[in-house]
């Protein structure tokens, strides 16, 4: 068999390459009333401005089925598994957990993303082309971790209240007031999600959103994926513009963020994600 990749369903990778490449992927939670919803299993129906509505991480007990499984499936070539930003959800850590209570622990390693949505994905993504060609585990792995390190993402919020009360925005971003800013420049560094400009024209924060993306991508050829939640117009501007500035782009996938990230960024949001030297 092969290395088997996993991740989780905030990767929002598209389904095909999924299938492809037979990456396993766990759901997170959103947490309705007293609903509990699995993404990308169940059927979700979600008021993004509520501020009843919140999210939970996999479990240790739901992640160390999925590993088991994986290894299983790859006849003991081993797991890695590349997980959301252990900064912005516990999903990493509850991974930790369940792979210290495996038996075979030794042949899964976890990946902390540093990133979220994509920036999760396009790791996950390299990781299994390499695991498909017939590498070792401990290639696939420093494959993933490598892709991790030089992942860059920038997004575009109407508000930042809902990041601020999850405590998923850097206590440097709180002194400002979103009513004051029409378009916070947010990024993720070293896992964590921070401001990054204040911008005040909805014409200027994509400029800035887009220069931010090229400058990131560089001359060796990127994969670039676009994300955004019911902004489809806004965000197929800004893939039309970044193909234009960007012709050595290697990759390029254009999606909705999924509902565990939506939740926390609201209706609007426009991101890029970027990974120098592609994943291929």
């Given amino acids: 068999m092969a290395v088997v990749v996993v991740t989780d369903s905030s990767a929002s990778l ?11 992927v766990v759901p997170l939670h959103v947490l309705v009333g007293d609903r509990t919803i699995r993404e990308g299993v169940d059927a979700i129906d979600i008021d993004y401005g509520s501020d009843t ?30 997980h959301l930003s252990r900064q912005l959800s516990g999903t990493w850590e509850s991974g930790r957990q369940a792979v210290r209570d ?34 070792p585990l401990n290639v696939v792995y420093d494959t993933a971790v490598a892709a991790a390190g030089r992942s860059r993402t920038f997004i575009l919020v109407n508000r930042t209240e809902q990041l601020r009360r999850g405590g998923r925005l850097s206590s440097a971003a709180a002194f ?14 070293e896992g964590r999600l ?19 993306a090229v400058d990131a991508a560089g001359d060796d050829g990127a ?29 390029f996938i254009v999606a909705e963020f999924g509902p565990t990230l939506a939740v926390h960024l609201g209706v609007g949001a426009v991101g890029v994600l970027v990974l120098p030297g592609g994943c291929a």
């Fill in 102 to 135: 495996m038996d075979a622990a030794d042949q899964v390693r976890l990946v902390d993303s540093l990133g979220a949505g994509l920036a999760t994905g396009l790791p996950a993504l390299a990781a299994a082309r390499r695991a498909h060609s017939g590498a």
């Fill in 14 to 24: 598209p389904a095909e390459l999924v299938a492809e490449l037979d990456i396993a």
């Fill in 53 to 82: 509505v919140t999210t939970s991480a996999a479990s240790p007990g739901e992640l160390r089925a999925v590993y088991e499984q994986a290894l299983e499936r790859s006849n003991g070539d081993g797991v890695v598994a590349v």
């Fill in 223 to 251: 994969a670039v994926a676009v994300q955004h939640l019911g902004a489809e117009d806004a965000a197929n501007t800004v893939a039309t513009q970044l193909r234009e500035l960007l012709p050595g782009i290697r990759e």
């Fill in 176 to 189: 400002f007031g979103s009513e004051l800013v029409s378009k916070p420049l947010l990024q993720i560094v």
């Fill in 194 to 212: 921070e401001l990054r400009e204040k911008v005040r024209t909805r014409s200027k924060a994509y400029a800035k959103l887009v220069a931010a």
